[in-house]
Structure formats: structure tokens, C-alpha cells
């Protein structure tokens, strides 16, 4: 399979495969999916995440379950006040992209920051889209079925230690609007963390407080992915992008009865985007209209179909 794309000017054109969708809809297990089946390496394009720590807020990829696949961009910053703006991200993105086309694997780029991602590709010298072939991949799952998997996760996420992670890191007035304290879950917490430093506060008063800051924390996380969905079609259909919107609601519908979904989620999710980047790499195939940007209506079809 073709890691590159004979153009008609004899120039070479490098394969990077976009993997979009708003939070929790799967987008890193697919990744992991993809990148045991092609020789691939995986930039993360969640500004959260390239901070270091907070592994269980931010839903950060642990190394045990990277099935020994290279990732790029992921837990790089120390620093939790240091602002990663845009042009970092795009900076980052561009030397991993060097780095691994130079090895002859397949980028895989995913995370949920979308404005980060219009910042890469709305080039205006057109470089990136010069350089690089790109295909698309959107994982979709209905808003009303995806919000109560959320809320359920993030019940998980509190099980699994999160209340005691944000602890270590919450400093009493810390401007929670730079660097990883931006991250769902810190900013909630603080009130709660305010009034274990009191006195004289009963535990019924502490668990209501705590309870508000979980019910906080799962609303803002529904505005999360309400917003993620409106910048994808607004990338796509701004930037005239041809997307592969693949359409999850039956795997997640059957996660929330409680049955196995995992023979559903190859059916429906893995088989279809496989063959996406199969046919992605074997053709000249552009993720792009055009050479030039087009005003609207980006190309949407469902399940690789």
C-alpha cells in the first residue's frame, strides 16, 4: 500500500489520516485499531492532553494500551501553566509529520480540538495542502445517546480516582483558563477543594458540594461535545473538506443496555474504516475539494459508504 500520491507534477504527496469526532465517541480505540493494521504513528490533537499528568481527566492513552504504536504530542509539556497555543500545535504537527513520513508510516492524527485542527489545514500558502494527502474519518454518535455514556464515564472516571487527582494538582486562586487546568473537572472541583481547607464542615455538606462539582463537571462535558460536533461540520464545510462520517449511535446504544458491543463495533465502526484507509492508500484520493478552499457544503458519506 501507497504511503504517497503521484501527483500529475511528478511531486510526491505524503498520506495522513484524520480521525475526528466530539469526546468519548471512541476516536483512540480506533486509532490503536488502525495503527495495528497499517504501519502507522499516532499525533495527538487534543490541547489538553500534551500536557503531562492528569491521565484520568484528560482520558489520556496509557503506554500499556498503545499496543506499541508510536505517539507524537502527548504528555510533552511539565509545565501545567504553560499556554500551548495554536502555532505550538501546528509547530509540533508538522515535525512529527516529517519524523514519520521519513520512516514510511502512516500519521494518524486524533483528538477532539477542532479549532486546532482548522489552524493546520486553513494554510494560506496552501504548503500543507501541497504536501499532504488527507482522508477523514468522523466518528458520529446521536447527541442524546452520547450524553448518557458521558455521564456514565464520568461516574466511571470519579470511581477510578479522579477527585484525588485534580487534588494534587488544585492551587488555591490558580487561573484555571491556562494550560492543563483548562481540563474539564479541575475548574468544577475548585469549590470543593475550597471548603476541605475550612473547618467545621460537616461530611453531608462536603458530599453535596462534591455532587454539584460532579453534575458541573458531566454538564460542561455535554457542552463539550455539542461544540465539538458544530466545529467539525463547521471545518468541513468552511474548509470544503471530503469526510468519511462514520455513524457509531448503535454501538453505544448497545453499551448503555449493558450487552457485548464489541462484534457490533467492528461490524459498524472498525470493518468500514479499514476499508476507508485500504482505499485511502491504494488510491489518489484528496481530502480537499480543491486546491483552493471552497465556501460550504463539505462531502459527508456515511460508514465509508
Not at 461490524?267 to 479499514?274: A, F, G, H, N, W
Not at 475539494?289 to 463539505?298: I, L
Request: aromatic share 8%.
Amino acid at each position: 500500500m501507497a504511503l504517497t500520491t503521484s501527483t500529475s507534477t511528478s511531486t510526491e504527496k505524503k498520506k495522513v489520516l484524520f480521525i475526528l469526532g466530539a469526546t468519548g465517541t471512541g476516536k483512540t480505540k480506533l486509532s490503536i485499531n488502525l495503527g495495528t493494521q497499517f504501519p502507522s504513528e499516532i499525533i495527538n490533537s487534543d490541547k489538553i492532553q500534551v500536557y503531562n499528568g492528569l491521565d484520568i481527566v484528560t482520558n489520556k492513552v496509557q503506554e500499556s494500551e498503545r499496543c506499541s504504536i508510536p505517539h507524537h504530542i502527548l504528555g510533552i509539556i511539565d509545565d501545567p501553566e504553560y499556554d500551548f497555543t495554536m502555532d505550538d500545535f501546528r509547530k509540533h504537527v508538522l515535525e512529527a509529520l516529517d519524523l514519520i513520513t521519513q520512516n514510511e508510516h502512516l500519521p494518524i492524527i486524533v483528538g477532539g480540538s477542532n479549532s486546532y485542527l482548522k489552524k493546520l489545514l486553513e494554510d494560506p500558502t496552501n504548503a500543507f495542502h501541497s504536501k499532504y494527502d488527507c482522508c477523514f474519518i468522523w466518528l458520529d454518535v446521536s447527541l442524546p445517546i452520547l450524553f448518557p455514556y458521558l455521564d456514565k464515564r464520568v461516574d466511571e472516571m470519579v470511581a477510578a480516582g479522579m477527585v484525588d487527582e485534580i487534588r494534587d494538582f488544585f492551587v488555591p486562586g490558580a487561573d484555571n483558563t491556562k494550560g492543563i487546568r483548562r481540563a474539564i473537572g479541575v475548574p468544577e472541583l475548585d469549590s470543593y477543594f475550597e471548603m476541605e481547607m475550612k473547618k467545621g464542615i460537616d461530611d453531608v455538606e462536603k458530599e453535596k458540594i462534591l455532587k454539584e462539582s460532579i453534575r458541573k463537571t458531566k454538564q460542561n462535558t455535554f457542552i463539550l461535545a455539542e461544540n465539538q460536533v458544530s466545529k467539525i461540520q463547521n471545518m468541513a464545510d468552511t474548509l470544503g473538506l471530503m469526510i468519511n462520517k462514520i455513524n457509531s449511535t448503535e454501538v453505544f446504544e448497545a453499551i448503555l443496555r449493558g450487552e457485548d458491543y464489541q462484534k457490533l463495533h467492528q461490524e459498524i465502526v472498525i470493518k468500514p474504516s479499514m476499508k476507508i484507509v485500504k482505499r485511502f492508500l491504494e488510491e489518489t484520493s484528496h481530502g480537499f475539494r480543491n486546491a483552493k478552499y471552497s465556501n460550504g457544503n463539505g462531502k459527508h458519506t456515511t460508514n465509508g459508504v
